[in-house]
């Protein structure tokens, strides 16, 4: 894979490259850093006085920039949070930094705030999922940006300016109901999740059957950020947090960890749905992606 700092190294060395005035990569490092670190201090502000962590999902596409955020308390439940509007101002001047394709545009970002300081943020350049669908216009307006920046647009840029987005969820019902697969029994007085010490464990061929399963199913949130192993402190943060669906279950790559690393079973509703369907998971639609997406984080 081309990085952007490679991008921006090969640029540079090329003389005949008749490219746009741009922040060289350790420019973009350090400005991104501060304004993630203006991120913090308005979202702390803000925040109730029992948090320990909140999540953002920021999604951009021409003029459309969109945000969801979920707050996780000190008794371990997990809540929607409404941003700010000082919040949203930051992230599209996050976004702005990033206007000059394909060197630093990013189309969405996960941001993780800690409450004891700690932040990070993590740049996606594949095509954004939003809860309701882009219009032809949203596309075309990402089309213009990279045109004025003097680069083509990536394929699905312009496959969605050229014609309609059908909006296929279809039905007279409405989302589909999904469900959100618990990682842990409990959590404790700190929000840290425990398993019972009777929590049941499956033998070696029935882990990989539920492995495959799991590890299949397509990616609603990623982050490079991680947890720690709560049965195994000593190892650290490890123990990853992206999170899947199936178009009827949503699951966190926790789940997937203590499965794979100590044969900690799903809960049993979970666990037979999954062998209801023997173990194979389905390919979700993105209309379905955009309602468990909706259930995830809903605005």
Request: aromatic fraction near 10%; include cysteine.
């Amino acid at each position: 894979m081309i990085t952007d700092e490679a991008r921006s190294s090969a640029m540079r060395d090329d003389p005949s490259q008749d490219a746009p005035q741009r922040l060289d990569a350790f420019d973009l490092v350090e400005s991104r850093q501060a304004v993630l670190g203006r991120i913090a201090d308005v979202l702390a502000a803000t925040l109730p006085s029992d948090w320990s962590t909140v999540m953002v999902r920021c999604s951009a596409l021409g003029d459309r920039l969109e945000g969801r955020a979920r707050v996780v308390h000190l008794d371990g439940a997990m809540r929607p949070w409404r941003l700010t509007d000082d919040a949203m101002r930051l992230f599209r001047e996050l976004r702005e930094l990033g206007d000059v394709p394909p060197l630093v545009s990013w189309f969405s970002v996960d941001y993780r705030l800690w409450a004891d300081g700690r932040f990070e943020g993590t740049f996606g350049h594949d095509e954004p999922v939003f809860p309701e669908p882009s219009s032809p216009e949203d596309y075309r307006r990402e089309v213009e940006i990279f045109k004025e920046a003097g680069f083509p647009a990536p394929g699905w840029v312009g496959a969605g300016a050229g014609a309609d987005r059908a909006d296929d969820e279809g039905g007279a019902d409405g989302d589909p109901a999904i469900r959100i697969a618990k990682v842990f029994d409990g959590a404790d007085a700190t929000g840290t999740g425990y398993f019972d010490a009777e929590h049941p464990t499956v033998d070696p061929d029935a882990r990989e059957q539920l492995l495959r399963y799991l590890d299949a199913g397509s990616a609603l949130l990623v982050t490079t950020a991680r947890d720690d192993d709560v049965r195994n402190p000593g190892l650290g943060a490890v123990v990853p947090i992206d999170f899947r669906t199936d178009g009827t279950w949503i699951w966190n790559d926790a789940l997937t960890y203590y499965v794979r690393t100590y044969g900690l079973v799903p809960e049993p509703e979970f666990g037979a749905h999954m062998a209801g369907l023997g173990f194979v998971c389905p390919e979700v639609s993105d209309a379905v992606q955009r309602a468990a997406l909706k259930i995830l984080m809903p605005s």
